[in-house]
């Protein structure tokens, strides 16, 4: 059947073996041959030419037909390869769901069900068989039935252990309303697309009728997980579609299921811009349970007035253009231009433009709250909302973009939409989309591309933003850089213009220019760099120590030559230009930062928010939306985002610290805060990237956990909520799971070896090094027995080491350790143990010693060695800020001698982590004065403060001269006698 007339020659070696393997199959199996199968009105010449087109276009089709061979067969002798569907229903995967007997066979059932979908719809497709809108529809008609027909076999699986779920007020069966979002919520779903899902239903109650009685809210959460499992993991046959449930209130950290009351709560109270944008698809895909459908319309109605309100609403179209801008920033850093989703030009700026019109004016014209996009082009453009031409040209472009798409993801069924690389890749979407060759089909995309752009931009662009002007006299910033100005002429311009280092500034420039990138650099690239030169030393020009400031920006500059689209970033956008010049100049530690990662140049662009760190649940929502996209299995794409947020976020709390925005204790809160935000988000990946492979763990009555049982705990600056510029991180991990417990997985594992993984993944995780480099450092040598100790420990394990083994010191370090990441029951239960511990009797002789020779034994390794010459603690030798006598440790040391000795008698020592409110505690308490109390915080301070500015300018921790913290040692010294040494 392999036919070279129809298949370009670049692609016949591929497409004839796929053709002799499913032969080859075919007669081993003794199975007909499909072109003896034919209905009547195929001819065998059409079937031979849609047969080529499929095993040439789509590797999956060809592998599917070849490993399921009944699977085609039948799809040609029934008809269903060649004819849309009938009702849009699929009545054999009901019949076949409905006559499943266990778990095991529903697996199997979907996922047979979903190749035979997915070739019928591929082959259809990549054929022109059904329009563009044909094979979006039915490819969402079959997720619902999906969806649907799995709900309804988990449903009436649990009923007669749990009984139906009732409301408490109505005394009315209760049933769960599944929401499909996105594209599935407008039937527009791609050949490869995952599912967006929100699952709500409406009262709070309780189960009735079972052997057992639930809450509703514990009901559906196993109704939903089990509906997950079925459609989302990983089986030999593959998977149905992979759920993504981000969507839903509060994102990954929030319920599974909500009640109406709890999704209107947080909606009208909490919900987001972006979370109306994604409300406006939304629609019931699914429900089951007595009364779904009135329940189902009242979901509907009840979600309106977020997602539409009833004034025109201008203000959105900041909202979508701030959201366009994260976007476009991730394709760039991500290297993502050719994606024909979210490049520029792409599906997604169609989308945000049609998404503008039904926000603004969608509470008044209930016409916009049509879903598909293809639908609203041409009344947007008949209502004049759209000029004249544009709507069909837009709807024109959509439907190329889209069957782009398909043609990319149906090659292998993947999801994804980059456009391929190699010649071959290239040769076959051509092909497989009409045109004669790669050239031809980039011609006509670029076409779409820019009219769409054009488009976007007349729409959503920012009428004020500054087009990048051309600033006033840069011509003899011009000649400065390209050298015609030169030696003591240009000596002598650069002091007129009040340069104070003009050599060193002439020796950076021509570093630069005779640097072999710069030499190396093609046209285009070389003039972008000549425009931006000129308009930074203009730049400098304003500022102090300029020659110090352009050789910190010399390794930018040279980094970014490569990638010049940082350059016109910095050229087009003046104020990005200007906290380059503050931030390089007060911090070479910011400068250094920029040259590895000139992605983080893009968090220049507004100083409003580069001053003004977000909260804690500011930074979850911001993380939330950067991954929200991001698929649990995509792993490397999580960590390069996750290294990227950190950065961001690192540059944006050096900015305030440099500039006087923030200040010292403020600076330690938000970098705490940004590593516990990570830490979460890091436990939750880790957790799924087990849950495919292993299962979950099982508790003690052999019910999968449905969270981890598991927690990190932050030792150190983390613990103590002290964090500076660079801090590794010192974690502990206790999980508290049944040890006698097994996973449920098809790779099944003992618990302790499962969460043993877990604490591996989340290790790989954070210290991977990447080329956005690593996540955190991490320092595991604090857990039980050190680096000779398990790398999870059980809490039981947990609590007898510290009772009965662990050494003086291990029970300091516990003075500032709490949970920063996991379960919060077993947070608690920490938290608990470790107050019993730290409020034990103790020999405070015997503290007191242990105390002294471990500080007196860090002083000698770690601290600093005085000149020659000088005696005893002389304020004019080297003094490090934090290991020498009178330093942060003496502090530190103090405070924890403190709890560990008073806290049997006054508890309210161990409620705090930090050393700044311990020794609030401390004066409350009345074991330190007032006096002593102050002296020691305020040297604290004033320290940290040091510390935190000598990392920003890459200096170590320790002054040449100690004399200007010589009063500050003198106090701590005398504390640190008074309370550990005089009793001697």
């Not at 010399?554 to 990638?563: A, C, D, G, K, T």
């Not at 999580?638 to 500039?659: C, D, G, I, P, Q």
């Not at 990190?712 to 006698?740: Q, T």
């Not at 390794?861 to 000088?870: D, E, I, N, Q, V």
Request: glycine share 8%; hydrophobic share 40%.
């Amino acid at each position: 059947m392999f036919d070279p007339n129809q298949v370009p020659a670049e692609l016949h070696e591929a497409t004839r073996k796929r053709f002799d393997d499913f032969y080859e199959v075919i007669e081993q199996r003794e199975l007909d041959r499909p072109e003896s199968l034919l209905p009547k009105g195929v001819s065998e010449a059409a079937f031979r030419e849609q047969m080529n087109t499929a095993f040439a276009a789509s590797e999956y089709i060809a592998k599917t037909a070849t490993t399921r061979p009944e699977l085609l067969l039948e799809l040609v002798r029934s008809g269903a390869l060649f004819a849309p569907l009938e009702d849009g229903s699929f009545p054999d995967l009901v019949e076949a769901v409905a006559a499943c007997e266990d778990d095991g066979a529903l697996d199997k059932v979907l996922r047979r069900e979903r190749h035979r979908a997915m070739v019928r719809i591929i082959w259809r497709d990549l054929n022109r068989l059904g329009s563009m809108r044909e094979i979006t529809d039915e490819l969402s008609r079959f997720a619902e039935a999906a969806i649907q027909c799995t709900l309804d076999y988990h449903f009436e699986q649990l009923k007669p252990r749990w009984g139906v779920p009732t409301g408490k007020h109505s005394g009315k069966p209760q049933p769960l309303i599944v929401l499909g979002m996105g594209k599935l919520g407008a039937r527009e779903l791609n050949v490869s697309s995952d599912i967006d899902l929100i699952f709500a239903y409406p009262e709070a109650g309780e189960t009735q009728g079972g052997s057992r009685s639930l809450g509703n809210q514990e009901f559906f959460t196993r109704l939903g997980q089990r509906l997950i499992k079925s459609l989302d993991a990983p089986t030999a046959e593959g998977f149905v579609f992979r759920v993504d449930m981000r969507l839903r209130p509060y994102g990954q950290s929030g319920a599974l299921v909500s009640n109406f009351d709890a999704m209107e709560e947080y909606y009208q109270s909490q919900g987001r811009d972006w979370e109306r944008y994604a409300m406006i698809k939304a629609r019931p895909v699914a429900a089951s349970g007595e009364g779904a459908k009135p329940a189902a319309e009242e979901l509907v109605e009840l979600l309106r007035p977020f997602t539409y309100r009833q004034y025109i609403d201008f203000s959105v179209i900041e909202s979508l253009r701030a959201m366009k801008g994260l976007i476009s920033r991730q394709v760039q850093r991500r290297g993502m231009s050719e994606d024909v989703k979210l490049g520029e030009g792409g599906i997604r700026e169609i989308e945000f433009v049609v998404q503008v019109f039904q926000l603004i004016r969608g509470g008044r014209d209930p016409r916009l709250r049509e879903r598909q996009v293809c639908e609203l082009l041409p009344l947007l453009e008949a209502e004049g909302y759209l000029p004249e031409g544009s709507g069909q040209a837009l709807l024109d472009a959509y439907e190329f973009l889209r069957n782009t798409e398909h043609a990319i993801q149906g090659y292998q069924d993947r999801q994804t939409q980059a456009l391929p690389s190699d010649p071959d890749g290239q040769c076959r979407m051509a092909w497989v989309l009409g045109f004669e060759n790669w050239d031809a089909f980039s011609d006509t995309l670029a076409e779409h591309r820019a009219r769409v752009n054009r488009e976007f931009q007349e729409v959503i662009a920012d009428p004020d933003a500054d087009q990048g002007q051309e600033p006033e006299n840069l011509q003899d910033w011009v000649s400065l850089w390209e050298g015609s100005l030169e030696g003591d002429e240009a000596v002598d311009w650069l002091a007129g213009q009040g340069f104070d280092q003009a050599e060193r500034v002439l020796s950076v420039l021509a570093d630069i220019r005779s640097h072999r990138q710069v030499v190396a650099m093609q046209a285009s690239s070389r003039d972008r760099l000549d425009a931006f030169m000129p308009r930074l030393l203009a730049m400098l020009g304003e500022g102090e120590s300029v020659g110090d400031t352009l050789a910190r920006i010399q390794p930018l500059v040279v980094s970014i030559v490569r990638r010049s689209a940082y350059l016109v970033l910095l050229v087009e956008n003046p104020v990005a230009l200007e906290q380059l010049v503050r931030l390089c100049a007060a911090s070479p530690w910011i400068a250094d930062e920029l040259a590895r990662f000139p992605a983080l140049l893009d968090e220049l662009l507004t100083p409003e928010s580069l001053y003004a760190p977000p909260g804690k649940d500011e930074l979850r929502d911001e993380l939330r939306r950067e991954l929200l996209r991001t698929a649990w299995d995509d792993l490397e794409g999580h960590m390069e985002a996750l290294r990227y947020f950190r950065s961001a976020h690192a540059l944006r709390v050096a900015a305030s610290e440099v500039t006087g925005a923030l200040p010292l204790m403020k600076v330690s809160d938000y970098l705490t805060d940004l590593a516990e935000v990570i830490l979460e988000h890091v436990l939750e990946l880790a957790w799924e990237q087990l849950i495919p492979r292993h299962g979950r763990p099982s508790n003690a009555q052999g019910e999968p956990e449905q969270h981890p049982n598991f927690v990190i705990v932050g030792y150190g600056k983390l613990g103590g909520i002290e964090l500076a510029h660079g801090s590794d991180l010192d974690l502990v991990f206790i999980h508290n799971s049944d040890p006698e417990g097994k996973t449920d997985g098809e790779k099944s594992v003992d618990n302790n070896v499962f969460y043993t993984r877990l604490g591996q993944r989340i290790i790989h995780i954070l210290n991977t090094r990447m080329p956005s480099g690593t996540l955190y450092e991490v320092d595991m040598r604090l857990r039980p027995n050190g680096d000779a100790g398990m790398l999870v420990t059980s809490l039981p394990a947990f609590e007898k080491y510290q009772q009965q083994e662990a050494w003086t010191w291990e029970h300091q370090a516990l003075v500032r350790a709490r949970v920063v990441a996991g379960d919060a029951e077993l947070a608690e239960a920490f938290a608990q143990v470790r107050q019993q511990v730290l409020c034990q009797s103790r020999d405070l002789a015997a503290l007191r010693e242990e105390v002294i020779k471990m500080r007196q034994k860090m002083r000698e390794h770690l601290g600093t060695r005085p000149k020659p010459g000088a005696q005893g603690d002389d304020e004019k030798t080297p003094f490090h800020l934090k290991q020498d006598a009178g330093g942060i440790v003496d502090i530190e040391f103090m405070v924890q001698y403190a709890v560990l000795a008073w806290a049997e008698s006054e508890p309210g020592l161990t409620e705090y982590t930090d050393n700044i409110r311990i020794l609030g505690a401390l004066e409350q308490s009345g074991r330190l004065g007032a006096e002593a109390v102050a002296q020691l915080i305020d040297a604290y301070k004033a320290y940290r403060s040091t510390g935190h500015r000598l990392a920003l300018q890459r200096q170590e921790a320790v002054l040449e001269d100690g004399a200007p913290f010589a009063e500050e040692r003198r106090r701590v010294t005398g504390l640190w006698r008074q309370l550990l040494e005089s009793h001697q």
